[in-house]
Every structure is written in structure tokens, then in C-alpha cells.
């Protein structure tokens, strides 16, 4: 192997490394830079939006489910889709489990997907008997090292920062709303039904 690609690969490295310790905190965390510099707005309820014209689509966001099937969250546009970024060992990530899994059951019919990523969890089972204990039905991407938090969304775009984080798309597949808190059933519907509603 070249001197060349050794650093390339070294850098890739340091990249993922550095990604996953600023997810390490298990929590909530501050926006990123200002409302009128990223365009999209902080509301007073902890959720960031973006207004529809100034939506941008997410990077590459696709791999295998913890149970080891194919995804690819693109497959999902026509549907608003929900991306929960947790982790088995984080407390609110607990706490929150088992809202999203009712209220994935609540607005499957509306046309609301839900897609989860695991990205603390160094081995599946821990990912898989963390969506058993907490009745979480819907697919989760297997992300140990943190690869898709952290090139899955364009720099400056509302972009997951903790653990737990929320991002939902609209139904062209872009990034629409942002939540860096654990949230309540009630919170997760103030983020969904508008964009449910947008035709």
C-alpha cells in the first residue's frame, strides 16, 4: 500500500474517531450556528425547522439493519421518514424508545416512516434486545462507529450532534426538522404532523 492511500486511510480514520467522540455525550446538545446563517430556525420548543424552499436532501444514507437487511432511506421518498439516532446504553434514548414506537404505529397510515440508527452499540445483539425491550418494530441502520452521523448530512444542514438526536424529512427527501433532546410523544407529533400535512 502506497504512503498515500496509508494517509488517506489514517485521515478517514481520525475523521470517524473525532465524529463519534462529539456524539459520545449521551444527552442533548446546542444547535449549529444561527437560524438565518443555516436556514432553518430554533423554535422556543427545542426543534429546529427549515422552511421548505431552503430544504437540502441528506448525504448518502444507507447499510444494513441491525438484523442485517439491506437500507436505503432514499428507497423511503414519497413518505415523511423520521431518523432516530440512539444508542443502547444511553438513558433518554431508553426513556424515548417506546413514544416512537407508538407514534410509528400512529402515522404508519399517514404515510410517516420510521427509521432509527444505532451508533453506540459495539455489537448488534446489544441494538437488537435494546428494539425488543422497547417494542420498536421499524428497521434500524447499524452504525457502531458513527459513519453515517457523520457524512450522511451536509455540513451547515441540520445535522444529528448528540445522542439522542431527531432529524425528519419531508416527502422529497429533505431535511426538514431537527430535535437535539429526547422527546415526548406529544414533541415528536409538533415535529411530524406539519410536514404529514404539506402537499
Not at 437500507?71 to 431508553?94: A, E, F, Q, Y
Request: aromatic fraction near 4%.
Amino acid at each position: 500500500m502506497s504512503l498515500r492511500r496509508v494517509m488517506s486511510v489514517v485521515g478517514t480514520a481520525m475523521a470517524v474517531v473525532v465524529g463519534t467522540a462529539a456524539l459520545a455525550g449521551c444527552g442533548s446538545g446546542g444547535a449549529a450556528g444561527s437560524g438565518s446563517r443555516a436556514g432553518f430556525v430554533a423554535g422556543a420548543d427545542g426543534i429546529s425547522r427549515v422552511a421548505r424552499g431552503e430544504r437540502r436532501p441528506p448525504n448518502e444514507l444507507k447499510g444494513e439493519t441491525l438484523q442485517g437487511d439491506p437500507l436505503d432511506v432514499t428507497d423511503l421518498r414519497g413518505k415523511v421518514v423520521v431518523m432516530n439516532v440512539w444508542g443502547s446504553v444511553c438513558p433518554p434514548c431508553r426513556a424515548e424508545a417506546p413514544l416512537f414506537a407508538k407514534v410509528a404505529r400512529e402515522t404508519r397510515a399517514e404515510g410517516v416512516a420510521f427509521v432509527g440508527i444505532d451508533t453506540r452499540d459495539a455489537t448488534r445483539s446489544a441494538g437488537l434486545a435494546f428494539e425488543r425491550n422497547h417494542g420498536v418494530t421499524y428497521p434500524s441502520l447499524y452504525d457502531p462507529v458513527g459513519k453515517l452521523v457523520l457524512y450522511g448530512f451536509p455540513r451547515g444542514s441540520l445535522n444529528p450532534q448528540t445522542i439522542p438526536s431527531t432529524i425528519v424529512l419531508d416527502r422529497e427527501g429533505r431535511i426538514a426538522a431537527r430535535a437535539l433532546r429526547p422527546l415526548s410523544a406529544a414533541s415528536l407529533h409538533r415535529m411530524i404532523d406539519p410536514l404529514i400535512a404539506e402537499h
